[in-house]
């Protein structure tokens, strides 16, 4: 037996064909065999873990608020990505933050990368950030209806007091690069 292996680039349905036929023929009577085309083979292409490129503090508001800006690379074939985010230090723990959803519009669907400021975050705190690719429609209730990639690596974002100025809080952000547990 022989066999060869084919890794599709994309999703979508394949079919397979067989020719065998010698290199050399001199026989004009020669013809190749050629088994039947196959039944439909249906691929769908595996969602790859997004990778992170960006996970910084970008400002507190006057109400002590912080936003921070989470960049990440495409995924093939994703439609669509969600933002985890959890408070890692002590104060905050138990604190619930509410995922971000990203839709990529027609005009960056092509982009070599996404970004997405996420508000209303507690300044001063620590925030663990993951995104996750979806492929399927974002408003689908069903489970079956969406395929996910795995979780990126985590990203911590600390932010620390650094000085106050005429009153207000200044805040510097350390941006480490974690493992996610498993």
Same mark, same amino acid.
């Given at each position: 037996?022989?066999?060869?292996?084919?890794?599709?680039?994309?999703?979508?349905?394949?079919?397979?064909?067989? %020719?065998?036929?010698?290199?050399?023929?001199? !026989?004009?009577?020669?013809?190749?065999? +050629?088994?039947?085309?196959?039944?439909?083979?249906?691929? +769908?292409? @595996?969602?790859?873990? @997004?990778?992170?490129?960006?996970?910084?503090? +970008?400002?507190?508001?006057? !109400?002590? +608020?912080?936003?921070?800006?989470?960049? *990440?690379?495409? $995924?093939?074939?994703?439609?669509?990505?969600? &933002?985890?985010?959890?408070?890692?230090?002590? =104060?905050?723990?138990?604190?619930?933050?509410?995922?971000?959803?990203?839709? @990529?519009? =027609?005009?960056?669907?092509? =982009?070599?990368?996404?970004?997405?400021?996420?508000?209303?975050?507690?300044?001063?705190?620590?925030?663990? %950030?993951? $995104?996750?690719?979806?492929?399927?429609? @974002?408003?689908?209730?069903? #489970?079956? !209806? #969406? !395929?996910?990639?795995?979780?990126?690596? %985590?990203?911590? &974002? #600390?932010?620390?007091? %650094?000085?106050?100025?005429?009153? $207000?809080? $200044?805040?510097?952000?350390?941006?480490?690069?974690? *493992?996610?547990?498993?």
């Amino acid at each position: 037996y022989t066999t060869l292996t084919f890794t599709p680039e994309k999703s979508d349905s394949y079919y397979f064909q067989a %020719v065998l036929e010698r290199s050399v023929e001199t !026989d004009v009577n020669y013809e190749a065999k +050629k088994s039947t085309v196959s039944e439909a083979t249906e691929f +769908k292409l @595996p969602l790859t873990a @997004p990778v992170i490129t960006v996970a910084d503090f +970008k400002e507190t508001t006057s !109400d002590n +608020k912080g936003t921070i800006t989470v960049g *990440w690379k495409p $995924v093939s074939e994703a439609n669509y990505y969600a &933002i985890a985010m959890t408070y890692a230090d002590d =104060a905050n723990k138990g604190t619930t933050i509410d995922s971000v959803t990203y839709v @990529p519009t =027609a005009e960056e669907s092509s =982009a070599e990368s996404f970004t997405k400021d996420i508000t209303g975050l507690v300044a001063g705190s620590t925030v663990k %950030v993951t $995104v996750q690719a979806f492929r399927g429609d @974002p408003e689908a209730t069903e #489970i079956a !209806d #969406i !395929d996910k990639s795995e979780e990126s690596a %985590v990203r911590t &974002i #600390i932010l620390e007091e %650094v000085k106050v100025e005429a009153g $207000v809080r $200044v805040f510097e952000a350390k941006n480490l690069t974690s *493992w996610k547990a498993e």
